[in-house]
């Protein structure tokens, strides 16, 4: 039986309780229904990586991204908007999510 240190699991353990923090913060908005329907309709349009595709590569999306980031809403409200915002959105691969995301957090 494999040997794992209690040291490793408590890292693992710790990553995952941040990772549950911050998806609770916004669940209230994944969640929602409009969303949801939003987002199927985006990914089923737009079933291309749109960076991808600029590039010349067909590679299938697997994110839709909000370019500008919802939680730059000042209320509850504004939040919805760019949320639900559907010229707000771009249809990803995984690569090319990551590094806007990266991106974005340079910037800040």
């Not at 839709?64 to 771009?90: C, M, Q, W, Y």
């Amino acid at each position: 039986m494999p040997y794992l240190s209690h040291r490793k699991i408590a890292v693992r353990s710790d990553k995952h309780d941040v990772r549950e923090r911050h998806n609770d913060k916004w669940n209230i908005f994944y969640q929602d229904r409009r969303w949801k329907k939003l987002r199927h309709w985006y990914i089923t349009n737009h079933p291309i990586c749109e960076d991808c595709l600029f590039e010349g590569r067909s590679v299938p999306a697997e994110h839709v991204h909000h370019i500008r980031p919802f939680s730059e809403g000042e209320t509850l409200e504004d939040k919805f908007a760019l949320l639900l915002d559907p010229d707000n959105l771009a249809s990803l691969c995984h690569l090319c999510h990551a590094k806007r995301h990266k991106q974005l957090n340079s910037q800040n």
